[in-house]
């Protein structure tokens, strides 16, 4: 699923590419994207954008009748952008094509699942979209930690839940959680104080550094590579790959469809966390430290 660094960066290119520009038609390639009716869809058509903006994982197009459109690309929706005929929307195309008078925004979803959504909002009522978690570029380290340790939760949880923090997801928390040398399975209410600044920091820093980095490999072009598995990250996606800064092989939880990496040896004092399905097959068998899983 696109997180912060990314959707910041679709936001910054729709920026440069719509406000001012006039949205001339939406076509649906999938009745099920738009999840509401009233204000009506058509009452879009024909207006002038004015602004772009981020909430959490969404983005929001705001036009000059004080209406907004409200997009949640979820696991498999991206954007593109075309400047000449796009592709017609229909089940073997885009979900949808929001043709504006400076181009085309193109909505696609891999996949047979349909994730991703639609909203057409009052201003009044935006603010409906924006989860009660805290911004973490913006939060003060106070803020922080009373928000971590309101609840006790894990911490891969407690940084992906959009109540507590906006915006980071499943791989910008497995990159946060290796730079605060700290397991995903830690209680978030049993951090030490020290731990708590060093998660905050840690936060701040992946964020803000692979927003700058993907800012950077965008350049002035529209975003087309945006992905969660990335050459550049430290344990996310790196399965069986050796950590970067001490050499053991990066280990992983799966759950459902989800997945969490980490390095046992600088995480988790070198001891395994349980995967849910291996350690329930191999029961007694199943490694403890990584060390007994290399042997």
């Known amino acids: 699923m696109p997180e912060q660094p990314d959707i910041t960066v679709y936001r910054e290119a729709l920026e440069q590419r719509i406000v001012g520009a006039r949205l001339t038609a939406v076509r649906l390639g999938s009745p099920f994207l738009l999840r509401t009716v009233d204000p009506a869809i058509s009452s879009a058509e024909g207006r002038t954008v004015t602004a772009v903006r981020r909430l959490a994982k969404r983005i929001a197009i705001g036009l000059d009748n004080e209406l ?21 929307p229909g089940p073997k195309g885009p979900l949808a094509v929001f043709d504006f008078s400076s181009g085309s925004l193109v909505l696609t979803e891999a996949g047979s699942k349909r994730g991703a959504s639609l909203h057409v909002l009052k201003s009044a009522d935006l603010d409906s979209q924006l989860p009660a978690g805290l911004e973490v570029l913006a939060c003060s380290a106070d803020e922080f930690r009373r928000a971590m340790t309101q609840n006790n939760h894990t911490l891969k949880r407690a940084l992906t839940d959009q109540r507590i923090i906006r915006g980071i997801g499943n791989a910008y928390s497995d990159e946060i959680l290796f730079r605060a040398r700290l ?5 978030s209410q049993r951090l030490q104080a020290k731990e708590i600044k060093r998660l905050y920091q840690a936060a701040q820093s ?8 993907l800012r950077e490999e965008a350049g002035d072009r529209f975003p087309d590579k945006v992905t969660a598995f990335r050459p550049g990250m430290a344990v996310h996606g790196k399965y069986r790959q050796p950590c970067i800064d001490c050499g053991k092989p990066i280990q992983r939880i799966r759950y459902k469809s989800n997945e969490t990496n980490y390095c046992a040896h600088c995480q988790n004092e070198g001891r395994l966390l349980a995967d849910r399905a291996l350690s329930r097959l191999l029961k007694n068998d199943w490694p403890k430290t990584v060390d007994e899983l290399e042997d």
């Open 68 to 88: 907004w459109l409200v997009l949640h690309l979820m696991i498999a929706g991206r954007l593109k952008w075309r400047t000449s005929k796009p592709p017609q």
């Open 206 to 213: 992946v964020i803000a550094e692979w927003t700058q980095r």
């Open 183 to 187: 397991s995903p399975m830690r209680q």
